[in-house]
């Protein structure tokens, strides 16, 4: 399977606890995003890789939260000291150049912190 | 002011019958993409159909189609002969800018559920 891969696919965790997540982009791909998307809700943007440039960060990507993406192929996300309300899925995608501008997406990594 | 509006939080069809989806969209930008995306109960996102902003024609893929109103600011989705498997979420979502813009993220509505009944 060439697609986008995440991992873990669901985490239970205790409040206070850190997380990390893992985003396999498709290889030819050197753009990277990661969103969450919390329930009833469209998925929000939190970062933007190209390359291993973090080139955007929104406002929700509290500091507690950080990405890498050091070699410019897989991405992580980790989530320090988790609380309640960071319970939510999150979504990778990537792009390549060209085309219209479509991210493809993982499957998503569900957090549930308790 | 939200970027992408769908009004419709659930939608209701039968079987074989065609459904539309609502989207409309704000942005000061001369060059923007649309795009629709199915998210089933699996969770992962699945591309469906793309419009520009530039492209004169509505977009078609398949059952989906694009019903571009770019004085209206809208975008809705048509699906025809719907199917048991169309039950799913459905999101709009706008690229401004470019299509090789550097930043080129998507703004996402909040969806509607569409679910298809036999």
């Known amino acids: 399977d060439t697609g986008v891969s995440q991992n873990p696919r669901h985490k239970i965790t205790k409040r206070g606890q850190n997380v990390t997540f893992r985003c396999d982009p498709i290889s030819e791909h050197n753009r990277l995003y990661w969103y969450r998307q919390t329930l009833g809700q469209g998925p929000e943007f939190l970062t933007y890789f190209q390359n291993e440039a973090q080139l955007e960060k929104s406002r929700l990507l509290s500091d507690r939260f950080s990405a890498e993406r050091p070699k410019g192929s897989f991405s992580t996300l980790e989530i320090q000291r988790t609380e309640q309300g960071d319970s939510a899925m999150y979504l990778c995608?990537?792009?390549?150049?060209?085309?219209?501008?479509?991210?493809?997406f993982g499957e998503g990594s569900r957090l549930t912190v308790l | 002011a939200q970027k992408i509006t769908q009004t419709q939080p659930g939608m209701f069809v039968q079987e074989k019958e065609a459904v539309t989806l609502d989207c409309t969209y704000d942005?000061?930008?001369?060059?923007?993409?649309l795009f629709w995306y199915k998210q089933p109960s699996s969770g992962e996102m699945i591309f469906l159909i793309y419009q520009g902003s530039y492209d004169e024609q509505n977009a078609t893929e398949g059952r989906y189609s694009l019903n571009f109103q770019k004085a209206r600011k809208s975008a809705n989705l048509v699906i025809s002969a719907s199917q048991l498997g169309d039950s799913a979420m459905y999101f709009c979502?706008?690229?401004?800018?470019?299509?090789?813009?550097?930043?080129?993220?998507?703004?996402f509505g909040k969806g509607t559920m569409l679910l298809v009944s036999p």
């Open positions: 995608a990537s792009r390549g150049q060209g085309g219209t501008g479509e991210l493809f």
């Open positions: 979502a706008m690229r401004e800018g470019g299509r090789n813009s550097g930043y080129s993220t998507l703004t």
């Open positions: 942005t000061s930008d001369q060059s923007y993409g």
